[in-house]
């Protein structure tokens, strides 16, 4: 427990991340560093950025609503702190997503309106299932949810999406690995806080791995709609061959994901995140269930 307290300790945070990797950094990335002209210039990329962001956008403020919701559930006061710096972390998300919802263009007075308009359906579903967890109160579902099926699905996601950006986009690359960093701390505490609780209260386990089975089948949707029939695939292409010709490579996971067909992609992408679930379920004594296929 001592290793606990202070790993996930309030002082530990300002160390690591206020002080440590965020110092210096202007909404998540270096001040001065501004999206590519090509991508602004360009309609149908800069659309998909947006309706990329939107998405970041929508995954966040369901992280923010359930880790501040998790602070009156939890059973102990050191995971109330946690909980806390957690909320920060997640604000600070939605804040430098929104942030990248207003450099290529979009009003603030129109923020909410965009928000609506591209939402993906299957994202939202997914944050409600959650979210039903986080009202009633129940902090092993809540933390289950949030801290290994959400934050391990935006860990893969920030990642790849990192590997794709960090020649093409750095402005954007340096925002996620900010983030990647958030999220691996907010992993390692769902996995260390709600093992023994799995333990304590073993007849909870049908009922997580339904809501797991669930949220993974949403999430999979949502991969779905991105990947296939996405509207700047052939801009997308001509911009990844282009950084290829210029000696460039997307690496992430053993693959080059620059010479890859969407499809491929979403595959490395749901591959990987399904089986971290199953490595870190595991790890907590719940049992990684197989979604249906979208
Ligand atoms: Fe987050
Ligand atoms: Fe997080």
């Not at 909980?83 to 600070?92: F, I, N, S, V, Y």
């Not at 993906?120 to 299932?129: C, G, T």
């Not at 794709?164 to 990647?180: C, D, M, R």
């Not at 995140?273 to 790890?283: H, I, Q």
């Amino acid at each position: 427990m001592a290793d606990f307290l202070s790993a996930y300790s309030i002082q530990t945070w300002l160390e690591s991340c206020p002080q440590g990797y965020l110092e210096g950094t202007r909404f998540g990335h270096l001040p001065g560093e501004k999206e590519p002209e090509p991508l602004l210039a360009n309609d149908i990329l800069r659309e998909e950025s947006i309706r990329t962001t939107v998405q970041l956008v929508v995954g966040e403020r369901c992280a923010l609503a359930a880790s501040s919701g998790l602070i009156n559930a939890a059973p102990d006061e050191a995971s109330k702190r946690f909980l806390a710096t957690q909320t920060l972390d997640e604000a600070r998300h939605v804040e430098i997503f929104s942030q990248r919802l207003v450099d290529p263009g979009v009003r603030k007075e129109k923020m909410e309106d965009v928000i609506r308009q591209y939402a993906n359906r299957n994202l939202v579903k997914f944050a409600e299932v959650l979210l039903e967890k986080v009202d009633k109160k129940d902090f092993i579902a809540g933390v289950v949810g949030q801290n290994i099926v959400l934050e391990g699905m935006a860990f893969s996601v920030f990642e790849m999406m990192h590997a794709l950006n960090q020649q093409l986009n750095p402005k954007f690359a340096h925002t996620l690995s900010g983030t990647i960093a958030d999220e691996r701390r907010h992993v390692g505490f769902g996995e260390n806080r709600i093992g023994s609780l799995i333990k304590e209260y073993p007849e909870r386990r049908p009922e997580i791995e339904r809501m797991q089975k669930e949220m993974s089948y949403y999430m999979l949707a949502t991969f779905a709609d991105a990947f296939r029939n996405n509207p700047a695939r052939d801009e997308f292409r001509r911009l990844e061959s282009a950084l290829v010709e210029n000696g460039g490579s997307a690496q992430w996971q053993g693959v080059e994901l620059a010479t890859m067909e969407p499809e491929e992609m979403e595959t490395v992408l749901a591959t990987t995140v399904l089986s971290e679930f199953k490595t870190r379920l595991g790890r907590i004594g719940i049992e990684y269930q197989s979604p249906a296929r979208p």
